[in-house]
């Protein structure tokens, strides 16, 4: 069996429509959507339930092309990661989603027929995938809504434009910028690929909010991930925040994830990610600024409010990958708390007062090991939340191993027993050092979903274990940006003298040398800071060299998000099986599944339309993980 995993990510969710706080929760399409601009993946909708879950079946199937159109060296590069979004019939009641291309489509809800196109001609060249999780939404305020871009729709191009359209037909927004267009400060700058954009843009209250994806794993000093923001209607710059302002030796902080806004309270939360190299960081002493941290800043202006780091000195590619979620945390004494949960890589939560910063849960700095590299100064404690608990536990043992027979399970103790291993944040040394959580994750792009009535917070999560090695290597090239099956991943950090390289912990079977399972579902009470239920998420038979008729839950590597709806149901595709599945949110029993033609590496979202509730996934595959590819969108209904 061959185990091809990820080790480096560049990815986010969804957003949705971009409305108040206070009208996100009940509105007719945000709140049937799979994402938004607070982060919680939940639909109100509840015609599909426990009870009737089992009789979905396929409503209609949606090609965008993209596998007939495009080069076959161009779409083995691309993952299918775009949740759609649902537009108020005032807007023209589309299904509106974008292909890894970056070109807008929008879809008769009902039929799955397209109704227009827009085809932004982006750019292609570079080493990174390409990927588009979304678009977003905002109505300009004022009542006419005949008028042209009244609605409108923002795409980030993966070349680092930032497009406006018309919601009703797609066209650009020719007062928005030049003819519809801004070209970010970046654009044309680096290499084709160094710096791209993936996630959606953010906007609300009049302000458009971009992050970027930065190449930070292959230069000491990578490309800085500022964040820029612009007047919705005509484009004008109103802002720009720099995670690594008055740091030196270093680039990166960018922000990859999606980004979550508060309307209401005028404030905008950034999920930043580490500074470059990911592995190492003597050149950038006297502190990361900014990095590894929940930063917000006001909406209006970009003043920085507060900031709260989750990882100090990153030398583990510990990046905040997912949207931070915003919900109403029980106080207490009785009082609702605005709240922010921020997952982590390292399958942590960190719940946080979003007004100020303050954790809600006590958060203790322990300390850690230091490293042996020279020159490094590596952080003497690192911040540990003392509830929830950790989703992944970071504890492997020579007794630990695990195999299908004595002789794999002895060679599993002898590898365990060789790794640098002295806990989570071990630094990375010239001895193969443990990864787990690897860089994957833990939590990744995919984020959680939040359940109101239960308070209730539904992961996934990655469990493989991964170990990392710094060699002396002078500059050189990269040999991809993931696992192949059967190699190691090496990352040339170019202008430090060293090399990481990465693999999967495994046994010679192939297999990761951990009991199942690789890859899990969890959910947390985020009222009382503890886990409720965690099952298997995903089957390994579709991975070995001869796949078998039969499912064996022991869990995948998994990369996309779910959806939970308040009957109780909670969506999930992620896995390296092709399946979407239904599980019931209070127990984690397995309700529903079908096999898609790919695997379904995104967020999966739900609304209602004419009076049937649909649930849309996007089955495109990814990349990463060398399986099949595709460019489907699949709607299900029940009978």
């Keep these: 069996m061959n185990w091809t995993v990820v080790v480096a990510v560049s990815a986010a969710a969804l957003f949705g429509p971009t409305l108040s706080f206070a009208d996100t929760a009940s509105s007719p399409w945000t709140g049937m959507g799979g994402g938004d601009i607070i982060g919680r993946h939940h639909s109100t909708a509840t015609q599909i339930t426990p009870s ?14 993209d596998q007939s159109r495009e080069a076959p060296e161009l779409t ?24 890894p291309f970056s070109r807008v489509i929008a879809l008769d809800p009902g039929t799955g027929v397209q109704r227009w196109e827009f085809d932004p001609q982006a750019e292609r060249g570079g080493k990174r995938g390409y990927r588009c999780r979304g678009v977003s939404y905002w109505r300009e305020p004022g009542p006419d809504d005949t008028k042209t871009c009244h609605h409108r729709l923002y795409i980030a191009v993966h070349d680092r434009r930032l497009i406006a359209l018309d919601a009703k037909d797609g066209k650009p927004c020719a007062d928005f910028g030049e003819h519809g267009t801004i070209n970010l400060s970046d654009r044309g700058k680096y ?21 970027s994806s930065v190449v930070d794993f292959e230069y000491a000093e990578a490309p800085r991930g500022v964040v820029s923001a612009f007047d919705a209607v005509t484009g004008a710059p109103r802002w720009r925040f720099d995670p690594l302002a008055g740091v030196s030796g270093t680039g990166g902080g960018n922000v990859w994830a999606p980004i979550s806004i508060d309307a209401e309270r005028d ?23 900014d990095a590894n941290s929940v930063v917000a ?33 029980p106080g207490p004494n009785g009082e609702k708390i605005p709240a922010l949960a921020q997952l982590t ?12 910063g303050k954790p809600l849960f006590d958060v203790v700095e ?5 490293s042996t590299i020279p020159g490094e100064q590596s952080s003497p404690t690192q911040p540990f939340p003392t509830k929830p608990p950790q989703l992944v536990s970071s504890t492997l043992r020579p007794e630990d191993a695990w195999g299908f027979t004595f002789w794999d399970t002895g060679k599993c103790r002898d590898q365990i027993a060789a790794l640098n291993n002295q806990g989570l944040y071990t630094p990375q040394s010239l001895q193969r050092t443990l990864l787990l959580p690897g860089s994957l994750g833990g939590a990744n792009w995919g984020g959680g979903a939040w359940l109101p009535n239960q308070n209730l917070l539904i992961v996934n999560v990655n469990t493989a274990p991964f170990y990392g090695q710094l060699v002396k290597q002078q500059d050189g090239t990269a040999s991809g940006d993931h696992i192949q099956a059967g190699k190691a991943f090496t990352t ?20 990761p040398c951990i009991k199942p399972p690789w890859g899990a579902l969890a959910a947390i009470d985020l009222a009382s800071g503890t886990i409720r239920w965690q099952v298997p998420l995903g089957s390994i038979h579709e991975m070995g060299p001869v796949p078998v008729p039969f499912r064996i839950n022991w869990g995948t590597p998994n990369l996309g998000g779910g959806l939970v709806t308040d009957s109780g149901v909670f969506f999930i595709g992620a896995t390296m099986d092709r399946l979407i599945r239904a599980f019931d949110a209070n127990t984690g029993k397995e309700l529903w599944s079908y096999k898609l033609p790919a695997d379904a590496t995104a967020t999966p979202m739900s609304y209602v339309y004419k009076g049937k509730q649909y649930v849309v996934i996007n089955s495109g595959g990814h990349n990463m993980f060398s399986r099949p590819m595709g460019d489907y969108f699949y709607a299900f209904s029940l009978p």
């Design 76 to 99: 083995k590069q691309t993952s299918g990661q775009a949740t759609p979004l649902l537009l108020p019939p005032e807007a023209g009641e589309h299904l509106v989603t974008c292909t």
């Design 345 to 356: 890589k390292q399958s942590f939560t960190f719940v946080l007062d979003r007004r100020t």
């Design 52 to 65: 009737n879950v089992a009789q979905l079946k396929p409503a209609w199937v949606f090609r965008t092309g």
């Design 492 to 511: 040339v950090m170019q202008g430090t003298g060293y090399a990481m390289v990465q693999d999967v912990v495994k046994s010679p079977l192939g297999v």
């Design 366 to 370: 322990k300390p850690v090991p230091a």
């Design 191 to 211: 290499k084709p690929g160094e710096v791209t954009s993936s996630s959606p843009p953010a906007v609300a209250n009049g302000v458009v909010v971009v992050g």
């Design 267 to 289: 404030l905008v939360f950034l999920p930043t990610s580490s500074p470059s190299p990911d592995y190492y960081g003597v050149n950038r002493k006297g502190g990361d600024g």
């Design 297 to 329: 800043l006001q909406l209006s202006t970009g003043k920085k409010v507060w900031s709260f780091a989750v990882t100090h000195h990153d030398l583990w590619d510990y990046d905040l990958p997912a949207q931070p979620i915003l919900f109403d945390w």
